[in-house]
Each structure stands twice: as structure tokens, then as C-alpha cells.
Nanobody, 117 residues
Framework: QVRLEESGGGLVQTAGSLRLSCAASGDLFSLKAMGWYRQPPGKLRDLVAAITTEGNTNYGDSVKGRFTISRDNAKNTVYLQMNNLRPEDTAIYYC???????????WGQGTPVTVSS
């Protein structure tokens, strides 16, 4: 199976920064994309950012200009640099991985990010 190991979440003050990491392991010969969704309390899960193995990126509107996703293909790891954090960024952040040969994504357990004011 595919396993996703997330790290870097925690508590940060408004306007602070955090860097999330997600390392994928397992059967990854057809890895196509990785990234994060997030789910704020009481709300639906929304796209944060995604990146393909070629380096193409996609961001949710609310994080454009503040968050940057990057990857290290050799490590099958993606990073999310989160700057200028706001209380509304508070959510559980879920890493996902998408394979070209599998229908449906693989998901991590989620890591909480709390932005205090």
C-alpha cells in the first residue's frame, strides 16, 4: 500500500509561518501528484495546494500568494511553506497522493494547524 507520513503541524500565531512535510512510501512507481486538502472546524474539505511530479502547481484561492508547495521527487516528499497565517487557516491538513494507475487518492491521517490571534 501507499503510506503518507505528515509532519510540521502545530500552533502558530497570526502572521507566523509553518512548514508541512509529507513523505510518501510504498508502491509509488506511478506517482503523479501530491498535496494537501484542509478541513476547518464545521466546514467542508477544500484544496490547499497540489503539485505534480513535473512541478506543475495548483492552489486554492484563499492561500494564493501566501503558501508555496514544493517537492523533492528523490524523496517522494512534498512541502507546504505557509506564511502570513491567519486564524481562518486553522484546520486539519490532509496530505494526499495520486497515482496514474490507481483510481482514487491515498490520504494521510491529517495534521492539525492552529493559528491563534
Amino acid at each position: 500500500q501507499v503510506r503518507l507520513e505528515e509532519s510540521g503541524g502545530g500552533l502558530v500565531q497570526t502572521a507566523g509561518s509553518l512548514r508541512l512535510s509529507c513523505a510518501a512510501s510504498g508502491d509509488l512507481f506511478s506517482l503523479k501528484a501530491m498535496g494537501w486538502y484542509r478541513q476547518p472546524p464545521g466546514k467542508l474539505r477544500d484544496l490547499v495546494a497540489a503539485i505534480t511530479t513535473e512541478g506543475n502547481t495548483n492552489y486554492g484561492d484563499s492561500v494564493k500568494g501566501r503558501f508555496t508547495i514544493s517537492r523533492d521527487n528523490a524523496k517522494n516528499t512534498v512541502y507546504l511553506q505557509m506564511n502570513n497565517l491567519r486564524p481562518e487557516d486553522t484546520a486539519i491538513y490532509y496530505c494526499f497522493a495520486r497515482l496514474a494507475t490507481v483510481i482514487g487518492d491515498f490520504w494521510g491521517q491529517g495534521t492539525p494547524v492552529t493559528v491563534s490571534s
